[in-house]
């Protein structure tokens, strides 16, 4: 089993940023990738940004050149920088880890951007 906890959610004005964290603990040697995704009203969940094991990262196009993922190894901890925050960028933001063995998501974390 993996738990995994997100945090940093809030309000911003559009042009603004935020720092998402993911803190995970339990199983997490056996991790294979890690990824942020995120729903709005109404929509389906769609994925933001991943990144594997290896450190290979990839994005959703509307968030390319706006968001970064990385993570600390060291504090098993996984971030999502946000820059240049749209109003449509508005949703709740939930961390996955993707294992062979199952897949484990956060509670989620509300990001609102006010135009």
């Known amino acids: 089993q993996v738990q995994l906890v997100e945090s940093g959610g809030g309000l911003v004005q559009a042009g603004g940023s935020l720092r998402l964290s993911c803190a995970a603990s339990g199983s997490i040697f056996s991790i294979n990738y890690m990824g942020w995704y995120r729903q709005a009203p109404g929509k389906q969940r769609e994925l933001v940004a991943r990144?594997?094991?290896?450190?290979?990262?990839n994005y959703a196009d509307s968030v390319k050149g706006r968001f970064t993922i990385s993570r600390d190894n060291a504090k098993n901890t996984l971030y999502l920088q946000m820059n240049s925050l749209k109003p449509e960028d508005t949703a709740v933001y939930y961390c996955?880890?993707?294992?062979?063995?199952?897949?484990?998501w956060g509670q989620g974390t509300q990001v609102t951007v006010s135009s």
């Open positions: 990144i594997t094991s290896g450190g290979v990262t």
């Open positions: 996955n880890a993707f294992r062979l063995s199952g897949t484990s």
